[in-house]
Structure formats: C-alpha cells, structure tokens
C-alpha cells in the first residue's frame, strides 16, 4: 500500500470532521425521541465510524513515517495520554465525592480533547527538532484554509445550538468560530507578504 502523503491525509480528516459533525448535529439529537431500542442504538453510534476512520488514519500515517516523525508521533500521544489520564483522575475523584456533578457525556470530550494535546504535542516537538510535519510545503494543505475550514464546521455547529435556542453556547461558539477566521486570516497576510519578499528578492 502506497504512503498516504500529507495534502491526502489532511483532506480525509477533514471529511471525517465533516462528517462527523453533521452526525452529531443532525442525527445524533434524535436518540432522545427515538421510541425503538435498536434504532436507539444506531443513532448513538452513529458519528463513531468517522472517527474510527480517522484513527485508522492516523495509525496509517504513523506506520509509514520515518523514525524521526515516529518519534514526534509518540511523543505526542505519550503527553496526550498523561493529560487526559490526570484530567480523568481529576474529574473521576470530583465527582465521587460529590464536589462535581458529571455524567456519561463528558466522555464524548476525552477524544477531542486528547488528538488536542497530540496535535499540539507533535507540533511543538516537530519545531523543537527543525522539523516540517510536511516534508514538502506544497504537498500540505494551507494553514489558512484548515482553520477556515475549523471556522466553518464551528460555524455551522454554532448555527444549529441558535436555532435550538442554546444562546449560550451560540455565543461561545460563535466567538471560538470568529477567534479561528482571525489567525486564518493574519497567517494568509503572513504568507502572502513572505511569498512578496520572496518574489521581490529574486527579482533583485
């Protein structure tokens, strides 16, 4: 099997995300109505096979990667986990003693919140080391068009907590989606000045 190159990658996750959201926004909420259990259970299962795409992507895209990507990938995943096991310790000695009122849906957080710290992980060690996570800038999707890419599924998410009346988390995530346009946009001037530079110096 051919290596899944960086650019291939980046767009399936994304349409995995897509996916995965439109699951959690569309199809998902129905379980609360849904009278048969069987339908009960395909309902909530529903947005679990994009994620399990992505994660056999990832493990795709970590088999094939030279040692050096090895490295940074479990690096990674190893502070991944250490968060998400404090955090579940934290949470899990709370809520025993009664200090903090959880329920089963906060474990729909634990995967975002660990490919989080892994994809931030990664990224941090990969500079450390002067490494690219692409090896070629052109064959990886723009930084820009990734996060307008997060804007929207925020945005869209964010669409549907206003029509469900959810004022409160429209807002948050509205703000989050607004944040995210930002940085897009000062990483789109960043770019295009540099490739300016770059145009003008060899022109020189």
Same mark, same amino acid.
Request: proline fraction near 4%.
């Given at each position: 099997?051919?290596?899944? +190159?960086?650019?291939? =990658?980046?767009?399936?996750?994304?349409?995995?995300?897509?996916? =995965?959201?439109?699951?959690? *926004?569309?199809?998902?909420?129905?379980?609360?109505?849904?009278?048969?259990?069987?339908?009960?259970?395909?309902?909530?299962?529903?947005?679990?096979?994009?994620?399990? =795409?992505?994660?056999?992507?990832?493990?795709?895209?970590?088999?094939?990667?030279?040692?050096?990507?090895?490295?940074?990938?479990?690096?990674?995943?190893?502070?991944?986990t250490g968060v998400? %096991?404090?955090?579940?310790?934290?949470?899990?000695?709370?809520?025993?003693?009664?200090?903090?009122?959880?329920?089963?849906?906060?474990?729909?957080?634990?995967?975002?919140?660990?490919?989080?710290?892994?994809?931030?992980?990664?990224? !941090?060690? %990969?500079?450390?080391?002067?490494?690219?996570?692409?090896?070629?800038?052109?064959?990886?999707?723009?930084?820009?068009? !990734?996060? %307008?890419?997060?804007?929207?599924?925020?945005?869209?998410?964010?669409?549907?907590?206003? *029509?469900?009346?959810d004022a409160l988390?429209?807002?948050?995530?509205?703000?989050?989606?607004?944040?995210?346009?930002?940085?897009?946009?000062? +990483?789109?001037?960043?770019?295009?000045? +540099?490739? !300016?530079?770059?145009?003008?110096?060899?022109?020189?």
């Amino acid at each position: 099997m051919p290596r899944l +190159k960086e650019k291939s =990658y980046q767009q399936r996750v994304l349409l995995a995300m897509t996916v =995965y959201i439109v699951m959690m *926004v569309v199809v998902w909420p129905l379980v609360r109505t849904a009278s048969s259990v069987p339908l009960r259970w395909v309902l909530a299962l529903a947005p679990l096979p994009p994620m399990l =795409y992505v994660i056999a992507l990832m493990a795709r895209r970590i088999r094939d990667s030279d040692e050096l990507e090895q490295r940074t990938h479990l690096i990674g995943l190893g502070v991944a986990t250490g968060v998400v %096991a404090t955090l579940s310790l934290i949470g899990g000695f709370l809520a025993s003693a009664r200090v903090l009122a959880l329920d089963g849906s906060i474990l729909i957080w634990v995967f975002p919140v660990m490919m989080a710290c892994y994809g931030i992980t990664r990224w !941090r060690v %990969a500079q450390q080391y002067g490494h690219e996570l692409a090896c070629d800038p052109g064959d990886s999707m723009a930084l820009q068009w !990734r996060l %307008a890419t997060g804007a929207a599924m925020v945005g869209f998410v964010a669409f549907f907590a206003y *029509v469900k009346q959810d004022a409160l988390l429209a807002g948050m995530l509205i703000g989050m989606a607004a944040v995210i346009v930002v940085v897009a946009f000062a +990483k789109a001037i960043i770019r295009w000045r +540099k490739r !300016r530079e770059g145009h003008t110096d060899g022109s020189a």
